[in-house]
């Protein structure tokens, strides 16, 4: 007899015991996972170079952690906000970018700060048959009539600008350019200038003939060749 109550009562405690975890357990709140994850520590105005006042690492629930979120402002800093972002919004990838990058779909981002990009009429012997596409450098050759002083005319050669950098055939800023497009034809290049070739490029297209010389991509050297007449060319 005393051991069955004596096992009665062990058996009591334990109840006791377990009942009261039970309901310790359930009025300790539960611990949620938290992610870090930047946000705007205030608004970012578009089109900005990010620094990293604008920025705060924080921890969210995991949950709520969009995909393209950002942990780390290496990626950030120094690229542009393509649209508003709002104080305490997550930094996503899809909403930056870096100014030069020649990819992009949108060609104010493709160019660099300082430059200007300028389009020049091409036609098959001009633009290498087609075979130019975005990202190539390019030289550009402009040949046009001029009068002598001696009130001859005569035509004269000169490299417009060299080392360019093409941006777009056409409206197409891809890398494969119309690669692959039935219709692979294009009527304009598109380039990457400074102001001053910008300007040299715009008067001498209208003052006579553009062409472009493809480039290898090893090759940054600057020339500066002199301009040659068709007295000189035919002299040598």
């Excluded at 705060?56 to 290496?74: C, N, Q, V």
């Excluded at 800093?77 to 930094?91: D, P, R, S, Y």
Aim: charged share 20%; hydrophobic share 45%.
């Amino acid at each position: 007899m005393k051991k069955v109550k004596l096992l009665a009562l062990i058996s009591a405690v334990v109840t006791v015991f377990l009942l009261i975890t039970f309901l310790t357990s359930l009025s300790k709140p539960s611990e949620t996972p938290k992610t870090e994850v930047l946000v705007a520590a205030k608004t970012i105005p578009p089109n900005v170079p990010i620094t990293q006042d604008m920025l705060t690492l924080t921890k969210l629930p995991s949950e709520a952690i969009i995909a393209e979120a950002i942990a780390d402002a290496g990626l950030v800093i120094g690229k542009v906000a393509k649209t508003e972002i709002l104080a305490g919004e997550q930094i996503l990838t899809p909403k930056l970018v870096l100014a030069g990058e020649s990819r992009e779909t949108s060609l104010n981002y493709a160019v660099e700060p300082g430059m200007r990009a300028i389009s020049i009429a091409v036609d098959a012997v001009s633009s290498l048959s087609y075979m130019i596409t975005p990202g190539n450098h390019v030289d550009i050759i402009g040949q046009y009539e001029v009068e002598t002083a001696d009130n001859k005319r005569t035509q004269v050669a000169k490299v417009i600008a060299e080392n360019l950098t093409v941006l777009a055939v056409d409206s197409v800023l891809s890398e494969a350019g119309k690669t692959g497009i039935e219709d692979a034809t294009y009527m304009t290049l598109t380039l990457q200038a400074t102001p001053a070739q910008a300007l040299k490029l715009s008067f001498s297209e209208n003052a006579g003939v553009l062409r472009a010389v493809l480039r290898s991509p090893l090759d940054e050297t600057i020339t500066k060749l002199p301009s040659m007449t068709a007295e000189q060319i035919l002299a040598n």
